[in-house]
């Protein structure tokens, strides 16, 4: 069923008429039966996923990998077997690595399933009955009371103080109060009275309502088609390496064209054109880049976990490196998705409260002073009737306290008791005799107490308590007349701090009174004070935002909350954007609504702070941003945040509170809930990115010195001085052995201090090629120079020569890796024992190479040969120049970038 009306806007009876129910009856079982074959379950439609085995095939849709295929079939025709078997074994190593690491299956649509699958209160043929809420249709009459999980959209007809908890779906973080009045059509999701939405929460009172969406085409549906159509981003590194690999491919395929034209020009075989093709293609492509990609975003993977932050794809280690955008949920990331009195006023004085969250540990204090609450009466009646005037509870859950009830009583509970007041005390000094319970029409609670006198207490808002109020306490404990004015300047000056206000006030009783009336509470009140409240920032998280935007990453809050609550929020974090009067600007969804494509981009990329902002529009940000090549990270906990963060480049989900749908649809999942650990996965993010940058300068030039010594041989027209089996051991056992010891290398010096990596800087800067063709080049001079000295000047069998270039590859590369722990700073300025992995590689290689040069085994599948004393000589003494003229290149570079620096 398509959702064609604003049901939040027409009125009862309209809503009713249209879906055909009479509220007092509900549907026949007949009809109910009917519209289930028509509209369908009650359920999120799953989505479908690839099988193990497709996702397998997928890891060899590889431009270089089919290159690799292809030489390993015709291989095996020319009946070229151990060659053959060991280039399959190499994709197939290759394969196996990256099916085992990725886990493309998202489980966020089979999280939003499982929200849906409970039961309801419906009301049919004029009676009550529990059914399966899968069996809901539109039109059904469902009945819900506090505690329930909203099974439906409903539009409301009837309401006795219903609240519900929406900051799942919208980040308000404080329970949302109900009506049965429509509402403006235009009104985003979080300021839709009217409708009760599935899978939020009923956290007080009572109501009715007719079932207006199910399933696909509720509210969370919607969500999940936007989850479904939100786009699996490529990572920076990814596009950069899928952009390189094209261009590779297209140089071997060239390259081995020409190779084959030049042997069928001189009349060779087939067979050997192709092999020598087939050594070409092998060289040039490094093999071990992926095995090694692999495992360094594993290891980065590891040490993110110990920082509090769980990977759950391991492409967004590298993505966290590049992020120039962290946008930010409010309600329970930025802050701690608890209320808090942070500011009370007697009447005269305003009283500050320490401590964060529902824990009930602080102190009141009065000019910063702490002060004894029994002295100051108006204040200790204050939060007695916060605590007494009060239908919840906090307790401790293991190590974390928790509110059962309201969120705001919740912060009166424990505000009271960080003043000693505690309620259980209260309560049995001051048992509860009757209540009025607070309703919209009245905007207050009521409640009657019994002790040593008898007294109502009333708590609710400022303009609903303060008409009835005629005196007040003053400094000296004496009642005097109340000025309303001065109260309200003081409601003015709270709120635009972004508090929320509440009033309290009492009236003495009759000994004999055990019912209360709203006449009781009509007027002649004892004004007792305000409090006001808000849901704080995190502690960490002003140091976190100041670090990352040192680190030119911009830092955006995108919250469902009202604009003023985020704007406040936002200026004690700290944020930077756009400003006016010298003042964060809050942007509403509302206001978004109204704006053209260009209009929202340039609002996106200016403006910080976005409020009443609905998932659609979230996603849309997002979006936004990404279309001016930024690198978004997008932080959250709620369903509403799903969306955004499975199409942001790297969606970052709360481990604690965050909901199913948004930790299944996150890349990575924080297991503190605290902001900051962002701050340290993406200072992890970088140095796993540099690390990277590390081995991808160490391993290009080896291949283009591969490709240049076989280019060699072809055009001078000699045998090859490497086999394409040779080859795969030198790309392989190095790329392990030796490249991989670059992902221990410690985080370089001022990582945090300089911008991000531009998102559209290739791989391959002009610093790198410049690099990648010095190296390469020595490496082929050594390898093809020694090859010809030993065959052509010493007379020794070409096998020996092959065996000679091979160990000429393996040793100066172990050389260049010292060189590359870093890729401008000399050896002596990073230490030269701060990663001892290095040497231990170089030891483990070298002690390889000497099984591939003497082990019979060994001389039989790699066609190598045992060397002499002399050849190794020879083969150290080029690694030792190859050493020297890349460090003197290096200081050149690191002396010029200092200079410019400078400058």
């Given at each position: 069923?398509?959702?064609?009306?604003?049901?939040?806007?027409?009125?009862?009876?309209?809503?009713?008429?249209?879906?055909?129910?009479?509220?007092?009856?509900?549907?026949?079982?007949?009809?109910?039966?009917?519209?289930?074959?028509?509209?369908?379950?009650?359920?999120?439609?799953?989505?479908?996923?690839?099988?193990?085995?497709?996702?397998?095939?997928?890891?060899?849709?590889?431009?270089?990998?089919?290159?690799?295929?292809?030489?390993?079939?015709?291989?095996?025709?020319?009946?070229?077997?151990?060659?053959?078997?060991?280039?399959?074994?190499?994709?197939?190593?290759?394969?196996?690595?990256?099916?085992?690491?990725?886990?493309?299956?998202?489980?966020?649509?089979?999280?939003?399933?499982?929200?849906?699958?409970?039961?309801?209160?419906?009301?049919?043929?004029?009676?009550?009955?529990?059914?399966?809420?899968?069996?809901?249709?539109?039109?059904?009459?469902?009945?819900?009371?506090?505690?329930?999980?909203?099974?439906?959209?409903?539009?409301?007809?009837?309401?006795?103080?219903?609240?519900?908890?929406?900051?799942?779906?919208?980040?308000?973080?404080?329970?949302?109060?109900?009506?049965?009045?429509?509402?403006?059509?235009?009104?985003?999701?979080?300021?839709?009275?009217?409708?009760?939405?599935?899978?939020?929460?009923?956290?007080?009172?009572?109501?009715?309502?007719?079932?207006?969406?199910?399933?696909?085409?509720?509210?969370?549906?919607?969500?999940?088609?936007?989850?479904?159509?939100?786009?699996?981003?490529?990572?920076?590194?990814?596009?950069?390496?899928?952009?390189?690999?094209?261009?590779?491919?297209?140089?071997?395929?060239?390259?081995?064209?020409?190779?084959?034209?030049?042997?069928?020009?001189?009349?060779?075989?087939?067979?050997?054109?192709?092999?020598?093709?087939?050594?070409?293609?092998?060289?040039?492509?490094?093999?071990?880049?992926?095995?090694?990609?692999?495992?360094?975003?594993?290891?980065?993977?590891?040490?993110?976990?110990?920082?509090?932050?769980?990977?759950?794809?391991?492409?967004?280690?590298?993505?966290?490196?590049?992020?120039?955008?962290?946008?930010?949920?409010?309600?329970?990331?930025?802050?701690?998705?608890?209320?808090?009195?942070?500011?009370?006023?007697?009447?005269?004085?305003?009283?500050?409260?320490?401590?964060?969250?529902?824990?009930?540990?602080?102190?009141?204090?009065?000019?910063?002073?702490?002060?004894?609450?029994?002295?100051?009466?108006?204040?200790?009646?204050?939060?007695?009737?916060?605590?007494?005037?009060n239908d919840s509870v906090i307790k401790k859950n293991d190590a974390t306290w928790a509110v059962e009830?309201?969120?705001?009583?919740?912060?009166?509970?424990?505000?009271?008791?960080?003043?000693?007041?505690?309620?259980?005390?209260?309560?049995?000094?001051?048992?509860?005799?009757?209540?009025?319970?607070?309703?919209?029409?009245?905007?207050?609670?009521?409640?009657?107490?019994?002790?040593?006198?008898?007294?109502?207490?009333?708590?609710?808002?400022?303009?609903?308590?303060?008409?009835?109020?005629?005196?007040?306490?003053?400094?000296?404990?004496?009642?005097?007349?109340?000025?309303?004015?001065?109260?309200?300047?003081?409601?003015?000056?709270?709120?635009?701090?972004?508090?929320?206000?509440?009033?309290?006030?009492?009236?003495?009783?009759?000994?004999?009174?055990?019912?209360?009336?709203?006449?009781?509470?009509?007027?002649?009140?004892?004004?007792?004070?305000?409090?006001?409240?808000?849901?704080?920032?995190?502690?960490?998280?002003?140091?976190?935002?100041?670090?990352?935007?040192?680190?030119?990453?911009?830092?955006?809050?995108?919250?469902?909350?009202?604009?003023?609550?985020?704007?406040?929020?936002?200026?004690?974090?700290?944020?930077?954007?756009?400003?006016?009067?010298?003042?964060?600007?809050?942007?509403?969804?509302?206001?978004?609504?109204?704006?053209?494509?260009?209009?929202?981009?340039?609002?996106?990329?200016?403006?910080?702070?976005?409020?009443?902002?609905?998932?659609?529009?979230?996603?849309?940000?997002?979006?936004?941003?990404?279309?001016?090549?930024?690198?978004?990270?997008?932080?959250?906990?709620?369903?509403?945040?799903?969306?955004?963060?499975?199409?942001?480049?790297?969606?970052?989900?709360?481990?604690?509170?965050?909901?199913?749908?948004?930790?299944?649809?996150?890349?990575?999942?924080?297991?503190?809930?605290?902001?900051?650990?962002?701050?340290?996965?993406?200072?992890?993010?970088?140095?796993?990115?540099?690390?990277?940058?590390?081995?991808?300068?160490?391993?290009?030039?080896?291949?283009?010195?591969?490709?240049?010594?076989?280019?060699?041989?072809?055009?001078?027209?000699?045998?090859?001085?490497?086999?394409?089996?040779?080859?795969?051991?030198?790309?392989?056992?190095?790329?392990?052995?030796?490249?991989?010891?670059?992902?221990?290398?410690?985080?370089?010096?001022?990582?945090?201090?300089?911008?991000?990596?531009?998102?559209?800087?290739?791989?391959?800067?002009?610093?790198?090629?410049?690099?990648?063709?010095?190296?390469?080049?020595?490496?082929?001079?050594?390898?093809?120079?020694?090859?010809?000295?030993?065959?052509?000047?010493?007379?020794?069998?070409?096998?020996?020569?092959?065996?000679?270039?091979?160990s000429v590859f393996v040793v100066l590369e172990s050389a260049y890796l010292l060189n590359c722990r870093?890729?401008?700073?000399?050896?002596?300025?990073?230490?030269?024992?701060?990663?001892?992995?290095?040497?231990a590689g170089i030891a483990a290689m070298f002690s390889l190479q000497a099984l591939f040069v003497y082990?019979?085994?060994?001389?039989?599948?790699?066609?190598?040969?045992?060397?002499?004393?002399?050849?190794?000589?020879?083969?150290?003494?080029?690694?030792?120049?190859?050493?020297?003229?890349?460090?003197?290149?290096?200081?050149?570079?690191?002396?010029?970038?200092?200079?410019?620096?400078?400058?």
């Open positions: 069923m398509k959702n064609k009306h604003n049901w939040h806007s027409l009125d009862v009876e309209r809503v009713a008429k249209l879906l055909e129910v009479e509220p007092n009856r509900g549907l026949d079982s007949e009809e109910a039966q009917k519209r289930l074959d028509i509209y369908g379950r009650n359920t999120i439609t799953p989505k479908e996923k690839q099988s193990a085995f497709v996702r397998f095939l997928l890891q060899f849709h590889q431009p270089l990998i089919y290159i690799l295929l292809a030489a390993t079939v015709v291989t095996i025709f020319l009946e070229e077997y151990v060659d053959a078997a060991v280039i399959f074994a190499v994709v197939l190593v290759n394969a196996i690595i990256g099916f085992i690491q990725e886990s493309k299956a998202l489980k966020a649509i089979d999280a939003l399933a499982k929200e849906m699958t409970l039961k309801a209160t419906v009301l049919r043929q004029g009676k009550k009955s529990e059914v399966d809420a899968a069996e809901l249709v539109p039109g059904d009459v469902i009945l819900l009371k506090s505690g329930d999980k909203i099974p439906a959209d409903v539009r409301l007809f009837y309401s006795r103080d219903l609240k519900a908890d929406e900051s799942a779906l919208t980040g308000e973080s404080v329970a949302v109060e109900k009506q049965v009045a429509p509402v403006p059509e235009e009104n985003v999701i979080g300021d839709r009275f009217s409708i009760g939405f599935s899978s939020t929460n009923v956290t007080y009172g009572q109501g009715k309502g007719i079932v207006v969406a199910t399933g696909d085409t509720t509210e969370v549906g919607k969500i999940q088609e936007s989850i479904a159509a939100a786009e699996d981003l490529e990572t920076p590194l990814t596009k950069k390496i899928a952009s390189f690999s094209r261009l590779l491919l297209w140089v071997i395929l060239v390259l081995s064209g020409m190779v084959i034209a030049i042997g069928f020009l001189r009349g060779e075989s087939f067979g050997d054109t192709f092999m020598v093709a087939v050594a070409l293609a092998v060289g040039a492509i490094p093999e071990g880049l992926p095995v090694a990609v692999t495992v360094m975003l594993a290891l980065g993977v590891s040490k993110m976990a110990k920082r509090k932050a769980i990977i759950r794809k391991l492409v967004a280690v590298e993505t966290l490196g590049s992020t120039n955008v962290i946008c930010s949920d409010k309600t329970g990331t930025l802050t701690e998705n608890q209320m808090t009195v942070q500011e009370l006023f007697d009447g005269e004085r305003y009283f500050t409260a320490t401590g964060l969250g529902y824990v009930p540990e602080g102190e009141i204090l009065l000019n910063e002073s702490l002060i004894q609450v029994a002295s100051y009466k108006g204040l200790s009646l204050c939060l007695k009737a916060g605590a007494l005037c009830g309201d969120p705001t009583e919740g912060a009166l509970l424990v505000v009271a008791q960080k003043a000693g007041f505690k309620s259980e005390d209260l309560e049995a000094a001051q048992p509860r005799i009757n209540a009025i319970p607070f309703e919209s029409e009245y905007k207050y609670m009521a409640t009657l107490h019994d002790g040593e006198e008898k007294f109502l207490f009333l708590k609710g808002a400022a303009e609903a308590i303060v008409e009835k109020c005629s005196r007040r306490y003053n400094s000296s404990d004496e009642l005097i007349p109340l000025d309303k004015s001065a109260i309200y300047e003081s409601v003015e000056k709270l709120a635009e701090k972004g508090l929320r206000v509440l009033a309290f006030a009492m009236k003495f009783s009759e000994e004999s009174k055990k019912d209360i009336t709203h006449d009781d509470t009509a007027s002649d009140l004892i004004f007792l004070g305000l409090q006001g409240m808000i849901d704080p920032p995190r502690k960490e998280v002003i140091e976190a935002v100041a670090l990352c935007q040192k680190a030119g990453i911009e830092v955006k809050m995108i919250t469902g909350d009202h604009a003023l609550t985020a704007a406040t929020i936002a200026e004690e974090i700290g944020l930077k954007g756009k400003r006016v009067d010298d003042k964060l600007v809050a942007i509403t969804g509302k206001e978004l609504q109204q704006l053209d494509d260009s209009a929202f981009s340039e609002t996106a990329n200016s403006v910080a702070v976005f409020a009443r902002v609905s998932p659609d529009q979230k996603l849309r940000l997002v979006k936004a941003l990404q279309e001016k090549n930024k690198i978004v990270a997008m932080t959250g906990d709620g369903v509403n945040d799903g969306p955004a963060l499975k199409q942001a480049n790297i969606g970052v989900a709360m481990g604690i509170t965050g909901t199913d749908v948004a930790k299944d649809a996150s890349d990575m999942v924080l297991t503190n809930d605290n902001f900051s650990s962002i701050e340290g996965a993406v200072e992890e993010g970088r140095g796993v990115f540099d690390n990277l940058t590390k081995f991808i300068a160490w391993t290009l030039p080896t291949n283009l010195g591969e490709g240049l010594v076989i280019l060699a041989a072809v055009i001078i027209g000699i045998q090859l001085p490497i086999l394409p089996v040779q080859l795969l051991w030198i790309n392989m056992t190095t790329a392990v052995f030796l490249g991989l010891m670059l992902a221990f290398e410690p985080k370089e010096p001022g990582i945090m201090d300089r911008p991000p990596r531009p998102a559209d800087l290739p791989i391959l800067t002009r610093d790198l090629i410049m690099r990648t063709m010095l190296v390469g080049l020595l490496l082929m001079v050594a390898s093809f120079g020694l090859y010809l000295y030993e065959v052509r000047l010493m007379g020794l069998s070409p096998s020996y020569g092959q065996t000679v270039a091979t870093s890729l401008t700073t000399p050896m002596k300025e990073i230490g030269y024992l701060t990663n001892g992995w290095i040497y082990s019979p085994l060994m001389n039989t599948l790699f066609r190598s040969t045992p060397l002499t004393l002399n050849t190794w000589i020879r083969i150290f003494g080029a690694a030792v120049v190859l050493f020297i003229i890349v460090s003197i290149e290096k200081g050149i570079r690191h002396r010029m970038n200092k200079k410019q620096n400078k400058t």
